[in-house]
């Protein structure tokens, strides 16, 4: 929990073994998070513009939050809204933790294309919420943007994990009806998406690119998409990277320069992807060709 003067005054302040690193995360929506570990760091007490979404990982956080004292753990879910007064300390053998800072449009923006209509931005009943499921993939979510900074790999999941914790948490029916709502009749817009996804795969498609491209708000295009072909956007957009490079690989293009030439972060990237959905890595597929 930091404040915009944080990160110079974190780097200046930390002992040995412990790490904050800020970065910004879902180019789409321009979401600011942190990851740090901390075994003697202790805020000062402050607020945010933002909200302030997160979970601890490993070890306990001791905080103050307005009026209310308590420690979290992993499971815990931190759901903060903006100008509330709160601080964090370690607890015995320190914590380490993973922070979204989403802003009031933000999260109203995600709650519009949930409900299709017109959202404030939400209010949450509780500060700090039991959720390990929730916790787990926002957790995910965010090693994710951190590692990689796959632009549609976190805008997907980044915006669905912070949906649900608003449907959840935020006690607003409309915003729980969004989430149940079938996907319709969206096979032309899901085609245009598709035909989209084949000639830009090497690029790095946003979500709210892919939601102009269809027609359709964010949260119909996931669930029409999957609907329609047993995939996510990005799950479509990794899977026709694979099947691009399975083509340069048998052509005789090494690893390094196909994972450049299909849009993907760097080799390793692509080993993971083309593994998962060939069986092989890349360089063993390559060597079927020699």
């Known amino acids: 929990m930091t404040d915009k003067a944080e990160p110079d005054r974190l780097g200046r302040a930390l002992a040995s073994g412990e790490t904050a690193r800020f970065f910004r995360a879902a180019p789409g929506m ?3 998070c942190l990851a740090a570990r901390f075994h003697t760091y202790a805020y000062a007490p ?3 513009d933002e909200y302030v979404i997160g ?3 490993a070890g306990r956080e001791r905080f103050s939050i307005g009026i209310d004292r308590g420690d979290a753990g992993p499971g815990d879910l931190f759901l903060i809204e903006p100008g509330t007064v709160h601080d964090g300390a370690p607890g015995p053998g320190g914590y380490a933790y993973r922070i979204a800072y989403p802003g009031p449009d933000v999260l109203a923006a995600i709650a519009g294309d949930v409900t299709e ?5 939400p209010r949450f009943a ?3 919420v039991d959720d390990p499921v929730l916790a787990a993939r926002l957790a995910h979510v965010h ?3 951190e590692a990689e900074g796959e632009g549609l790999a976190t805008d997907e999941g980044l915006f ?3 949906a649900t914790i608003m449907a959840r948490h935020g006690g607003d029916p409309r915003l729980v009806a969004g989430m149940a709502r079938p996907a319709g009749q969206e096979a032309g817009a899901i085609a245009q998406v598709m035909d989209f996804l084949d000639a830009h795969y090497a690029d790095a498609p946003d979500l709210a690119t892919l939601s102009r491209v269809a027609g359709l708000p964010r949260a119909r295009l996931i669930r029409a998409m999957k609907r329609h072909t047993g995939l996510t956007p990005h799950a479509w957009l990794n899977d026709r990277r694979v099947r691009a490079a399975r083509g340069l690989l048998a052509a005789g293009d090494a690893p390094a320069g196909v994972a450049a030439a299909c849009g993907f972060c760097d080799q390793s990237h692509l080993n993971r992807a ?3 959905r060939v069986g092989i890595t890349p360089g063993a597929y390559s060597r079927l060709y020699v």
Do not use: Y
Not at 117 to 121: F, T, V
């Open 143 to 145: 090693r994710v943007a």
């Open 55 to 57: 979970t601890v990982v």
């Open 46 to 48: 402050h607020t945010h």
């Open 160 to 162: 669905t994990v912070l």
């Open 126 to 128: 509780a500060f700090l």
């Open 117 to 121: 209509r017109a959202m404030p931005a």
């Open 30 to 32: 321009a979401v600011e």
């Open 274 to 276: 083309f593994k998962a």
